[in-house]
């Protein structure tokens, strides 16, 4: 059978949605993983990515299902889901590939502003770093003071602004290029799910095709 058949198209939807699943979990692992450091939870792109890969998992899920029983609700509803989450991936991945670091320290000194000493001190034990940013002198002599990070007796504390920016630029370098590239193959699913809804299943009853 030339490709661009009943089977042939069931077979690639099949594999398409696989590789959603495995995109989707890939987001939601990378987004976690930067979000894992407290204060760069405050990026709410990363929120943004997290939810995008939910919904991508979840929507496979239902292609999968749609493409293996070729039911016809459902695979409609995929495709319009699956148009509206391409949107979303479309705009979130370029907003994490265009978001420089100065835009990055912005977001790190507002979060660090209002967050509590507990708070700081729980994050500098964690990543053994001491302060934000060594901007203001006064500041960072003030967070040092009150840091109880390991690095303190060894004397070789980097700033905590230091390691979180070097954390929060991979995972959104990964997240934008992994989310940008992905987002165009979701249109060849829509396209694909188009063609093989309005394909007979040669096996099926012809009076039974909608």
Known sequence: MVCGGFTCSKNALCSLNVVYML???LLIVVAAWGKGFG???????????????FFLLLI?????????????VMLFFYMV???IVFLFQFGISCSC???NQGQQEKLLNSSWKIM?????????????????????QTD????????????????????CGEKMLQ?????????GGVGLFFSFTEILGVWLAMRYRNQKDPRANPSAFL
């Open 140 to 159: 960072f002599v003030s967070d040092l003071h009150l840091c109880e990070a390991p690095c303190v007796k060894k004397k070789s504390c980097l700033t």
């Open 81 to 83: 889901i699956l148009f």
């Open 97 to 99: 590939l265009a978001m």
């Open 60 to 72: 496979s899920i239902v292609g999968l299902i749609g493409a293996v029983h070729h039911h016809q």
């Open 39 to 53: 204060i760069v939870s405050s990026i709410h792109i990363i929120g943004g990515v997290i939810a995008v890969g």
């Open 23 to 25: 995109v989707g979990l």
């Open 167 to 175: 954390h929060s630029s991979e995972a959104l370098k990964i997240l």
């Open 116 to 136: 509590s000493n507990d708070t700081r001190i729980s994050l500098e034990n964690k990543m053994d770093c001491c302060g934000l940013f060594n901007n203001t």
